[in-house]
C-alpha cells in the first residue's frame, strides 16, 4: 500500500506563507488523484485542493482560491501545498489524500482511500 507522510506545517504570523509537503512511498500508482484536506477541533473535513497526477489538473476550493497552489514533483513523487497570505480561519490539520480510482468527487474526502497522518497549521493574528 502507498504511504503518505506530510510535512511543513507550523506557526505562522497572519500574511505569512508555508508549503506543505506529502511524500508518498511504498506501491506508488502511475496514475491517480491527491488531494489536501483540512479539519480544525469540532469541524467537518473539508476539501482544500486536488490535482490529477497525470494531466496536473487542479482544483480549489474557493475558500483558497487565489492563496494556495497544488503541485506535484514526479520524480519526488511529491504534492506540495504552498500557502500564501495565510488567515487565522486557515488553522487547522491539513491531511494529505490519494485515490486511484477517482474520476469526480474529488472533493468529497470519503472518496479517497489513503491518507497521510497530518500536518497542524496555525496562523496566528
Known amino acids: 500500500q502507498v504511504q503518505l507522510v506530510e510535512s511543513g506545517g507550523g506557526l505562522v504570523q497572519a500574511g505569512g506563507s508555508l508549503r506543505l509537503s506529502c511524500a508518498a512511498s511504498?506501491?506508488?500508482?502511475?496514475?491517480?488523484?491527491m488531494g489536501w484536506f483540512r479539519q480544525a477541533p469540532g469541524k467537518e473535513r473539508e476539501f482544500v485542493a486536488a490535482?490529477?497526477?497525470?494531466?496536473?489538473?487542479?482544483y480549489y476550493a474557493d475558500s483558497v482560491k487565489g492563496r494556495f497552489t497544488i503541485s506535484r514533483d514526479n520524480a519526488k513523487n511529491t504534492v506540495y501545498l504552498q500557502m500564501n497570505s495565510l488567515k487565522p480561519e486557515d488553522t487547522a490539520v491539513y491531511y494529505c489524500?490519494?485515490?486511484?480510482?477517482?474520476?469526480?468527487?474529488?472533493?468529497?474526502?470519503?472518496?479517497?482511500?489513503?491518507w497521510g497522518q497530518g500536518t497542524q497549521v496555525t496562523v496566528s493574528s
Open positions: 489524500a490519494a485515490d486511484r480510482f477517482l474520476v469526480g468527487r474529488y472533493w468529497d474526502s470519503q472518496e479517497y482511500d489513503c
Open positions: 490535482i490529477y497526477w497525470t494531466s496536473g489538473s487542479t
Open positions: 511504498g506501491r506508488t500508482f502511475s496514475a491517480y488523484t
